[in-house]
Nanobody, 123 residues
Framework: QVQLVESGGGLVQAGGSLRLSCAASGSRFSINAMGWYRQAPGKERELVAA???????YYADSVQGRFTISRDNNKNMVYLQMNSLKPEDTAMYYC?????????????????WGQGTQVTVYQ
């Protein structure tokens, strides 16, 4: 079992930055691939970034070059550094944990979810 708690969301002007954090509890965190998803009102939940247990990463095209996912296994933390934010990045952001080691890019591969943290970007 893995429990996830996100933090770091907020209101930011376009062009600004935010750093999301995800605190994970569970004795086997270091072997779980992790991901950040987002969901805007009326839209499907979409993968933003993912990281394997070995720190290989994946990014959605829409955030490539602007967002960075990282993990600290000693602290059981996953981060999403978001730079050059745009209004279209506005969404609820969710941390998710997979039971596989490799980068997981399908929502069906994620077994555990946090409650989400809201990110709002204004022009």
């Amino acid at each position: 079992q893995v429990q996830l708690v996100e933090s770091g969301g907020g209101l930011v002007q376009a062009g600004g930055s935010l750093r999301l954090s995800c605190a994970a509890s569970g004795s086997r965190f270091s072997i779980n691939a992790m991901g950040w998803y987002r969901q805007a009102p009326g839209k499907e939940r979409e993968l933003v970034a993912a990281i394997s247990s070995g720190r290989s990463t994946y990014y959605a095209d829409s955030v490539q070059g602007r967002f960075t996912i990282s993990r600290d296994n000693n602290k059981n933390m996953v981060y999403l550094q978001m730079n050059s934010l745009k209004p279209e990045d506005t969404a609820m952001y969710y941390c998710a944990a997979s039971q596989r080691h490799q980068v997981a890019i399908s929502i069906s591969e994620y077994a555990y979810w946090g409650q989400g943290t809201q990110v709002t970007v204004y022009q």
